[in-house]
Every structure is written in structure tokens, then in C-alpha cells.
């Protein structure tokens, strides 16, 4: 075995003020080796990110190293002074962050910003530092690194920025790179290119890296060796092998049930019921307890050892002690056979199947503007020509990465955005164009979910109103008392307390406010629900309550919805058909398992190989798209994708290709169908 | 089919540099044309007959129309405005009233002072400020920051009115140090400086000191930490560049004021500045000096405001962009 690159022993973190603190990272013992990759996963809230910014001594105001060791190649580093520790940061040890948007200084050339890495911790002229950083420019993948190295970060998209940050964070030759959720931010195709060049570098210099993710797929791609983390402790090491063939601790075999996938389709899937516990408070047990499926009396009257179960594979956790050993069986509520209602029609109103709502060709144009006097001088054809069908008690799930436009077609489709062109025609009458007078009767029918819980209701109304106001706005419930009582009923529906009506947003987490605007989207008994990726921002376990309340209510109430989301697990769980979208086009679309398990357009075929597996086993095969999305505002000349398909042949660039129509239900935009 | 307009082929979408300095040039033209205009129509917005109410009530009627005639106010509105911007081409501005003389002259003795005054309380107020701001923001909650709020807040409160007159108490009438008022020599120009420089600087440091602490918690000042940088090169190469633009707005704002003509502190302290023009010449109906002052401040505001877009521009990648 090698010696270890990085030892941390015993480390104890706090935020907050002294008299009330905040312990997120509480007793860490890690050990990463020299070219390895060590996965830290767990879900927000744990304390990964900020175990993370104590190793760099780099926590926000307020935060503190109460005790432990952090050794980085014999160097203690909780004992350097801070400018000893500057030459550590971004030189032996470098770390790169979520948001690549925010992470790079706007007013800095992305060149200047390399180059300071290089400043800090090398001697060269300016002359060899500029040679330097469009090497590493170079290195990253960033095509005409010459040029880039003068451009801003405004210039350079999401996955162009996160090459730039990982150019900077080699600038030191760092022996560990941390890289804090470093995809997370980006879509999956830019994932797959920025974690296959993570996995490159990490074998050319021989650097180890420390993966903070809450993405198991990511992890069984990635990683050689994993820690599980869980209210500021370890609950589990494992070699991602070990791991994925069986958690040890209850908590990683929870989330990996709670993750959708078309095998659940039939059932439920398990969730994780409450949430981290606050971390303000001293634990007398398992900190797991109140969640945990396997929880024993034990669980909540003495705090877990930790259990050493051989090869660095460790857990904590009781059911791991003497005699216990046998009994990490299956979990209580891991995925439940449905009893039966998800398949079961309403028969409220027609017959599920029935088709509901009709966009053909729709367009959304915006005019670009420039100059004085606000001159049109282009479109951004965000929505161009696209066509869909939905049915009664189905969901289609239109699927694309961010700037493709799913987001316009569910604007446009409810008339929040006015269509430029095409129709919108629901039960047989087109509602593009209405005005709102005229749309208002319909309003009642067609509700949407936003993709933020946190900013998609008025911080300074009292739930109850914010799921009521709906009733009133469109006369449906004028005397309050009743409309009360439909709240509370509502609230019920969707697994609320009736009395959080009395209570406003800030009070509830994500997984709870979202439930709440499912309420707000079913009190006026709509027959259409836009979901706009109403699961994106929660975590996992989270996810799985939202997506087993959608999957009821429609069974029970019959209602269609459009989901709008780029997670292909999602989609596969919950929808029947499926629409892919590349630049304000849809490319393909059918039924859910045609076009999952046999895929047809290329660009189809390419997101769909993107998406990391939750099977370290099953190694896919990745088609890398070069490059990044055109912008919508000039499209390629004939079919959109040619320029980053693998298949594009000269035809491709004479004029978009026709749908072609194969099998009874699928549609596919591409000349080469062979 | 509503909102069609030409689709440009081919139009480069990102302006260059050169094209962001023409738009913003272009824009500042097209509004100097808009002042001249708005400054012409004064004269015609006075409710009754501009030239009663510049003679008073008893003048006779020969003097009215010989005024009037000077003044081109029997002639067609658009004849008028034709002769007033040709007139303005040539820098007339046409006679004062009261003083018998030239507008033009008149605006050109006050135009220095007031420059001077401006140039010199704003220095101040940046001198002032800026460390004072960023001190507050680095040592956030301790001593230095509750001192510089303190100054900041008494800044703000204490009004120019009160100032002038306590400073000229101390400096001048007890110590002896400073001119009382007017302007004779470099050291009185002190007093004045100091009455608006600080009540500038404070409600500057203000601003200085949310714009860093902003700032300072974003996430690419943590890059910079993470890269290795010390705490000057975080503060000054990644922090304050960011920090400086919304402070370059308000400087910007603040001396288009000054340029203006501080009116009461130039009164206080006998400033012969363009803010005390402006007063005289409304309270004597001096129309056309009235209309000359009004068009110069116009200028000058549009002047630097334009000014500060440039800059701006010149500081913010993001904008050249636009």
C-alpha cells in the first residue's frame, strides 16, 4: 500500500457564534492516497463542503478548526501559519467549486486569472507564465487557447469556465485536487467532457482527487474509494465496488433505493422520511435514528462506534455490531409494491389516454435589440417549430439541456409567454393569441410547478393563502370559510399538516414548499400541470417524495402533466412519452421505452450515453459531443445538432431534416435513420 | 403577424469596443439636442406672457414689445427655434437682462470656481472615503468599522448650512487660519472644500463598505484565496475592481451635483460659482441667464454622465459586451 497523500484525523469544525455553534464537521477521519479518486457523498447539509473548505483553511467568517489533524504528505497543516498556508493553497493542494459562473472574476481576463496561480506559486517571467497558460489551457481542452486566454469569463460557457478553473487549479501542480460538486452546475453531456478530462489529468500527473458529489451515478464512474458522510460524520467507507454492491449503513442503501429508475417504475420509490437534524445540538444516538429504516432501540440511546470491517472498508452504525452483523437486510419501506393505484385510471373525466392538449408548430421568437433606438436586429429562436401531444392522465416529459428552449414550450404552451406563431390547442380550441380576458377561463385547467420552491412563492404570504389565492383570483370559492377548508384538505393531498396554512414559506424545507406548490397548482383542479423541473433543486431522498405525490395524483385525479426536466432517471420512473429538444427543435420523440432503450437521433443517442450509471460494473461508452450548444440566436444552417453529430454527413447542412414518423407513436428529425 | 421587423443577416451580434464608444456618443448627442430643445420651450412653459412677468406688472406697453422683439418672441415658434440653435452654434446665448451683458461671459466667470470647488471637495471626499469604506469592510463589526459609521452617519446628518457657518466660526473668526468667504487665494477655497467633501465622503464611505463587503463574500474571491493570493492581492486585484463600479456611479452622480453649483455652500461662503448665478438670476427674472445656466448644468451632468458609462465600460468587461 502506498503512503498516504492526505491524513485527516479527529477534525472538529464550527460556524456560528460561539455560544450556540454550528458542528458540520464533527470527528472527520479521512485517508487518500497518492492518484487515486475519493468520493465524499452525501446529501446538502452534511458538512462535505465544509469539511472540504477546512482542509484548505479556507471557511467562511465565523467558521473554526476546534481540534484534529490534517496532514498533507508528512505537513501538518492545521499547524502552519497563514502565509505558510498560502503556498499549500492552490500549490500542492488546489480546489475547484460548483459554480463556475460565479467562481471566476467577472473584470479579469480568464489568462490574467491562470497567471496569478502561476505567480503565486512559480518564478517565471511574464513571458513563460503566458506560454504556461495557454498550455494549460490547452491541457483542459479549451479549443485556441491563444485567443481564450484574453477573453472574459462572460464569453466562455458554463463548461468552458469549469475547464478555465481546473486550468488554475494545475497551475500549482497540485498533488490533491478537491473538486466540490464540480458537475453539478453543468448539463449532463458537459459533465461527461469535464469529468472524463478530470479522470485524463488525474492519470497524466498523478494527482489525487478529493470528489465532493451527491451524485451516486458520479461516484460509480469516477471514484476508486468513498466516504459517506451524514450530519457532519462518516457513516461509511468503501471502495466503490464494496459499496455499490451493498451499503454497509442504511443511510447509503436508502439513497441509492430512493433514486429513480425505469426498474421502479411500477412501484413507489423508497424515500427518506425528515431531514438532517440540525447540527447545533449533542447527540445521544445514532444521528441517523429518527430517518432510518433499520432503527433499533439501541439507534437512540448510545452514539455508534465506529466499526472497522476490513481493507478500509469501515461503518457506523449498531447494526454492524457484535451479533448484529447479520442484519443490514432489506429496509422497511424500500421500494413497496404499489398497492395497485398507479396504473388505476380515475375515470373522472374520459378516458386516460385521451388526447388533451395539442401544440403544433409552435414558435417563440424574441426579438435581440440594439442601439439607440432599440432596432431589431435578429431573433433568438429560443422555441422554433415544435409540436407535441398530451394526454389525459399521461405524462410527457420534454428533455433537453439548459438553453434548448423546454422551459419556453411550457411558458408559451400555458400563455405565460405569447407564441410567435404556431397553436396551442386544448380540448379543440386554440389558445394562442387569446388575450388574457379570454384566457382566463382556461387559466383554471392548465397550472404550472416551478423549478424553485424557495423563490416561487411570496415570502410575506401565509401558505394557506398562497394555495387559496388561486381560488379566489379565478371566482372558483368567494366565502373563506370554505375556501379554508379546501386548503386544508388540500394540504392533506399532498402530505401537509392543514395547520401549515397559518405559517409562511421560510418555515418549510425544499421538499416541503414544493409539496406546497403542488397544492397551490391543484386547487383550482386543473387537468394540466407544467412541471418545470420541479425535483432539480431538492435532494435526492426529497425527490422521491415529490415524485411518488406526482405519480398518485395523477393516478387519482387522472391529471396530465409536462414534465420539463434533463434527468433522464426521472423520466424514465415517470413518464409514458417522451420529447427531445436540441436548440428550440424536437429531435425525437415516442414512447418512454423506445426512445430510452433504443434511441434514434444521434444527438438522443449521445445525451442518453452521457448520463453516469449507478453501477460501477457497467462501464458505458460515452459519445462525446465536441464543443458546446449553439446559440439559439444563430442556428446552424439545416439540421441544428450537425455540427456536433458523429454522424453528419454534407446532406446535413442543406436544410433541417423532416420528421420522419417510425412506429406508431415515435418521430425522429434526422436524414440518417438507417 | 405582429413584432416581425428585419432580420439582419450576418450582423455580428458582440460590438466592439469602438461600436460601444459610438452608441454611447451617439446616445449623449441625441439627449444634448434634447436639453437645447427642452431649454428653448423654458421660456414658452412660463405660465402668462414670459415678457410681463420678466418686466413686472407696470411696465409700458413700448417696452414690452421693444423686449419683446429682442428677445424674437413675435416671431413663428419654429423660426424662433431655428435662430436659437444657430445661435447656440455660435456659443451666443444671447444678453442678460440685469447685467446688460453677454450670458455667455457671465457663465464663463463662474464656470472655474464652481470647477474647482467640484473637483477639489470630490477629491476629498474620495480620499476620505475609500480607505475609511474599506477599512469597515475588512475589520466588519470591530472598532474601526463602528467608527468610520459613526463618521458616516454624522456626515450625512449634519447639513452644509450648519457646517459652513461652524467652520468659519472656528477657523476663520477664532483661529484666524482661513478667509472668512469668497475666493482669494488657495487657502480659501479650505472651507468650502471641507463643508462638502465630507458630507460627500460619508455618504460615499457608506457605499464603499456594502460594495466591498459584497464583494468580498462572492465566490470568485474565494478562488482567489484558494489560488494562494495573499490578502492585498485578494483585496486589491480581485475584490475592489469589482467593488469599485457601483462607487463610480455615485461619484459620477455627485459630482454632476457639484458641477451644478453647490447653491447653499457656495452662499455660506460667498463662492462666486455658477450655483449662486443660477439663484440671482431666478430672483431677478433674468430669463435668458436662466436659460444659459440651466443649458451649461444640463451639459455638464450629461457630460459626465457619459463620462461614467465610459468608464465603467472601460472596468467591466461585461459591459463593453452589451
Known sequence: MTEPLLQVEGLITELGETARPLRVVDGLDLTIRSGETFALLGESGCGKSMAALSLMRLLPPGGRILSGRVRLGGTDLLHLTEAEMRSVRGGRMAMIFQEPQTSLNPVLSVGVQIAEALHVHGEGSDGRNRRRVVELLRAVGIPDPEQRADEYPHQLSGGMKQRVMIAMALAGDPGLLIADEPTTALDVTIQAQVLSLLGDLRRETGMAVLLITHDLGVVAETADRLAVMYAGQIVETATVSEFFAGPAHPYGRMLMESLPSAEKRRGRLATIPGRVPPLDRVFSGCRFADRCASVMPLCRERIPEWIGLGAGRGVRCHLWSEGEASHPGPARNAAEPESGASERPSGSVGEIGSPLLKAVDLKVHFPIQRGLFRRVVGHVRAVDGVSLDLSLGRTLALVGESGCGKTTVGKAILQLIAPTSGQVLYLGRNLAGLGHRAMRPYRKDLQIVFQDPYASMNPRMLVGDVVGEGLQALGIEWTRAVRERRVADLLELVGMDPESARRYPHEFSGGQRQRICIARALAVEPRIIVCDEPTSALDVSVQAQILNLLKDLQSRLGLAYLFITHNISVVSYLAHEVAVMYLGRVVERGGVEEILTDPRHPYTRALLSAVPVVDPEKRRVVIRLEGDMPSPSNPPRGCHFHPRCPEATSRCSEGYPPEVRLGASRYVSCLHLD | ?322
Open chain 2, 1 to 322: 403577424m405582429t413584432g416581425t421587423a428585419r432580420i439582419r443577416g450576418g450582423g455580428a451580434p458582440g460590438s466592439s469596443r469602438i461600436g460601444f464608444l459610438a452608441s454611447r456618443i451617439g446616445s449623449a448627442l441625441t439627449m444634448l439636442l434634447g436639453v437645447c430643445t427642452l431649454v428653448f420651450l423654458l421660456i414658452h412653459l412660463v405660465p402668462g406672457d414670459p415678457v410681463e412677468v420678466m418686466l413686472g406688472e407696470g411696465a409700458r406697453p413700448a417696452d414690452q414689445a421693444a423686449l419683446r422683439h429682442a428677445l424674437g418672441l413675435d416671431r413663428p415658434v419654429w423660426a424662433q427655434y431655428l435662430d436659437y440653435l444657430a445661435r447656440l452654434s455660435r456659443l451666443d446665448l444671447g444678453q442678460s437682462l440685469h447685467a446688460q451683458r453677454p450670458v455667455s461671459d457671465l457663465l464663463a466667470e463662474r464656470v472655474g470656481p464652481t470647477a474647482i470647488l467640484a473637483v477639489s471637495s470630490l477629491s476629498l471626499a474620495i480620499l476620505l472615503a475609500i480607505p475609511l469604506g474599506v477599512l469597515a469592510a475588512q475589520y466588519r463589526g470591530r472598532v474601526v468599522d463602528r467608527a468610520a459609521m459613526t463618521f458616516s452617519m454624522l456626515g450625512a446628518a449634519v447639513p452644509n448650512f450648519w457646517l459652513g457657518p461652524l467652520l468659519i466660526l472656528v477657523f476663520s473668526l477664532w483661529l484666524g487660519w482661513t478667509p472668512v468667504s469668497g475666493r482669494e487665494g488657495a487657502l480659501s477655497l479650505i472651507l468650502p472644500t471641507v463643508t462638502l467633501g465630507t458630507g460627500m465622503a460619508a455618504v460615499l464611505a457608506r457605499m464603499v463598505r456594502s460594495s466591498v463587503l459584497e464583494v468580498l463574500g462572492e465566490d470568485y474571491v474565494r478562488t482567489a484565496r484558494a489560488k494562494g493570493l495573499g490578502p492585498a492581492a485578494v483585496l486589491w486585484r480581485h475584490a475592489l475592481r469589482n467593488a469599485w463600479l457601483p462607487v463610480l456611479t455615485l461619484i459620477g452622480l455627485q459630482f454632476g451635483a457639484l458641477l451644478g453649483g453647490a447653491v447653499i455652500t457656495e452662499t455660506v461662503f460667498s463662492w462666486p460659482g455658477l450655483g449662486s448665478l443660477l439663484v440671482e438670476a431666478i430672483q431677478t427674472r433674468d430669463y435668458p441667464l436662466v436659460q444659459g445656466a440651466v443649458l451649461l448644468i444640463a451639459l455638464t451632468y450629461l457630460a459626465v454622465n457619459t463620462t461614467t458609462d465610459l468608464l465603467y465600460a472601460a472596468m467591466d468587461p461585461r459591459i463593453r459586451a452589451v
